[in-house]
């Protein structure tokens, strides 16, 4: 009897000693598909989660022995991955667009016409603005002209941008409130005219003079900007985004959101590249917080090929005599770059075509040490010349957005002949030169979804399957490369591998459930996967 009564007590002290030795931990995911995107690219079964933190990753029989969880999810098998970086895309400006006319998916300037119609009989505002059409998708693939919109609104400024965000259309009620005529000079674009008469068309740097003289929103117009942006984000799993080009006044209302708790989702922020950004920034120096990263200057070298300002060594094939155009003179760039180099600022350049690219990648050659670590990237790297593939590397990353290419595919033939086509959106080239490629969207340039990133860089299709086989199919990424281009290699290319891109020990807790694997699933099944659930730090946010 003594013995069996010795043996319970054992077992008691057994049992309380294995209870107070527990961990606590604030949540256990398990009975999950998980890919870590590690550097083996392991996958697991469960991990736990304290202090908004990974705290261990591995099965959850052995996690459940370790740890004593305050909550415990089962995703019911269902795939998991590090939350979404998008590595270039437009955020604030995503939020604002809310709240203006979508010319999005237009077939036609008519139906331009009707949309923009329907939108001031509803919202009746003072000066009408949106984005989004494309001449390239309507039958007349002219830019429009803005003779209908005089006609209909003679006394409200319209200016309706193109998709790439680098050509509008404005009304001249808005060429008046901008002070524009046949007679005001520019550089760096155009400010088209016909027979001697303004047609409306602006494209790249004299856009700068219509966008000035609209309204700009007040505070709680940004912020409700802000917030809506985030909430089409986190319904797409992105739980960072990198936010090209914005301003003092916009950064500071970031950050205060973030302060007040509102604003969840993390932001790389680029500064715009202005002489009262350059002169404040540069002085500060990098500013970070977990979910506010300022440490880098967004510089536009030329424009887009669509609008057919994106600067080319040879003329467009549709339009001879014709090259496009630098944003800046050449040795503003290189001043500029000379000024970020000697701070700790990353510098981000918009390249498209092959001679802003070639600009663009010689002057960081030159002006990078071999060994600093630096990660200067190239947005966009759409157009490249055979003999300049050779600049990019871990320290100068080439950062793309797959769906550019199945955008710009029915047409890019045309702009570029077949020759040049080959070192067009050549993301498998460039990975294998760099050794890593950053994934982002450009949206609302292009749409937000990271699914369609993920179809357009795995299949070169459209959503129609077109065309078979796909567009330049030696381009392709694979499913790995992708997935590392969204998540480890996007953190890398903003210096934050550290802390977030892969379900690691230590990282942020940035996590998402889909309900179908991205990586198992039939290609065309990926543009329809959902979010079932996204998490930052932990917290449930969508």
């Known amino acids: 009897m003594k013995k069996i009564l010795f043996i319970l007590i054992l077992a008691v002290i057994s049992t309380a000693c294995d209870s107070t030795e527990k961990e606590p931990a604030d949540l256990l995911v398990f009975n999950a598909e998980i890919y870590t995107v590690d550097s083996s690219f392991s996958k697991a079964e469960a991990f736990v989660v304290r202090d908004g933190k990974f705290l261990a990753v591995g099965s959850s029989e052995e996690l459940r022995e370790k740890y004593e969880v305050s909550e415990n999810y089962n995703a019911g098998g269902k795939a998991v991955f590090p939350g979404f970086i998008d590595a270039h895309a437009h955020f604030y400006r995503l939020g604002l667009q809310q709240n203006r006319v979508d010319l999005t998916g237009t077939e036609s300037f008519e139906e331009v016409i009707t949309r923009i ?6 919202n009746a505002v003072d000066f009408i603005t949106g984005r989004g059409w494309d001449q390239n998708d309507w039958e007349n693939k002219e830019f429009p002209t803005k003779d209908t919109l005089d006609r209909l609104f003679p006394d409200t400024p319209i200016a309706v941008t193109r998709i790439d965000g680098h050509a509008l259309l404005a009304n001249q009620a808005a060429l008046d409130a901008a002070g524009i005529t046949t007679e005001t000079p520019f550089e760096g674009g155009d400010i088209e005219q016909k027979s001697g008469r303004l047609t409306g068309i602006i494209v790249d740097n004299p856009m700068s003079l219509v966008t000035n003289a609209q309204p700009e929103p007040t505070t709680e117009e940004q912020t409700t900007a802000l917030m809506a942006a985030q909430d089409i984000c986190f319904k797409y799993g992105l739980t960072t985004v990198v936010d090209a080009g914005i301003d003092k006044n916009t950064i500071e209302l970031m950050d205060n959101l973030h302060e007040e708790g509102d604003l969840k989702i993390r932001i790389y922020a680029m500064i715009s590249n202005t002489e009262e950004n350059l002169d404040f920034f540069l002085e500060k120096g990098p500013y970070k917080t977990d979910r506010l ?7 536009y070298g030329d424009g887009a090929l669509g609008s057919r300002g994106a600067a080319l060594k040879e003329e467009y094939t549709d339009r001879p005599s014709h090259f496009g155009a630098l944003l800046s003179p050449i040795e503003d760039f290189e001043e500029t770059a000379r000024r970020i180099a000697a701070s700790e600022f990353q510098l981000n350049t918009h390249a498209i075509g092959d001679s802003a690219n070639y600009l663009v990648l010689k002057t960081y050659d030159e002006l990078l040490s071999e060994g600093e670590d630096r990660r200067w990237r190239v947005e966009h790297s759409q157009v490249i010349d055979e003999e300049d593939f050779k600049y990019f590397s871990k320290n100068i ?3 793309v957005q797959p769906t550019h290419a199945t955008s710009d595919m029915y047409w890019a033939e045309e702009r570029l002949g077949q020759e040049r086509l080959k070192g067009a959106y050549a993301y498998k080239k460039l990975l294998d030169q760099a050794g890593i490629i950053a994934l982002g969207t ?6 937000v979804s990271p699914f369609l990133t993920f179809y357009a860089a795995v299949t070169r299709q459209d959503t129609e399957n077109y065309p078979e086989g796909g567009f330049m199919a030696n381009e392709a990424l694979s499913r790995e490369e ?3 281009g969204m998540t480890i290699w996007a953190a890398f290319s903003n210096f934050e591998e550290d ?3 892969s379900i690691e020990k230590g990282k942020f807790a940035d996590f998402i459930v889909l309900d179908q694997d991205i990586m198992k699933v039939k290609a065309e099944n990926i543009p329809g996967i959902k979010v079932l659930e996204t998490y930052v730090n932990g917290e449930k946010v969508f």
């Open 293 to 299: 990263n300022v440490r880098s200057i967004k510089f």
């Open 397 to 399: 990353i080439p950062s």
């Open 117 to 122: 119609v329907e939108f001031q009989q509803k």
């Open 442 to 447: 450009d949206f609302p340039v292009e749409e």
């Open 499 to 501: 802390e977030k891109g």
């Open 482 to 484: 992708t997935l590392r």
